[in-house]
């Protein structure tokens, strides 16, 4: 069951679309029980059908398709790496190699003390600036380097 809190989040979001088009918060929902949760396990997806009254088949499918809902746990702090095209050309294979020697994790794993996640994730348009890391798919940063990469780890690490 979803908590008060998510089904409140939900229901505001739900006056953004007509009545008889509920399914269109789906994603809002999912990232509220992300927000709240860290990820989103299938209980959840099945919860989130029954309150937008949607086939549970459906809601699976959006979370399985966009790359910013995690499926398992990801740590406190779950990194995104874009890896598409641009970001590829201009250096994230090193962003990445980079990241799992620091973490000592590879994509898809979580620290030993569970504070952080990496992933590989698709486009972040924001392609000017790449390569990118998205920190919890709440803030981009970009045209990283090992020394940017140190800064950020430095900072997530005083929150």
């Given amino acids: 069951m979803l908590s ?12 953004k679309y007509p009545a008889d088009q509920k399914q269109s918060a789906v994603m809002s929902a999912l990232r509220f029980v992300q927000d709240e949760k860290g990820w989103i396990s299938t209980d959840d997806m099945a919860d989130v059908a029954d309150f937008l009254g949607m086939a549970k088949m459906a809601v699976y499918e959006v979370a399985t ?16 790496i874009c890896t598409n095209l641009s970001c590829t050309l201009c250096g ?43 920190i919890n798919n709440k803030k981009l940063c970009g045209r990283l380097t090992n020394e940017k990469i140190d800064q950020i780890l430095a900072e997530l690490d005083k929150s």
Avoid: W
């Fill in 4 to 15: 008060e809190q998510i089904q409140q989040l939900v229901n505001r979001e739900l006056k």
């Fill in 65 to 80: 398709f966009y790359h910013m809902y995690n499926l398992k746990p990801m740590g406190k702090t779950t990194l995104t």
């Fill in 92 to 134: 994230a294979e090193d962003t990445v190699a980079y990241l799992k020697t620091k973490l000592g994790i590879g994509l898809g794993e979580v620290t030993a003390d569970g504070k952080y996640g990496l992933r590989e994730g698709e486009c972040m348009g924001t392609c000017k600036d790449a390569p990118i890391l998205a």
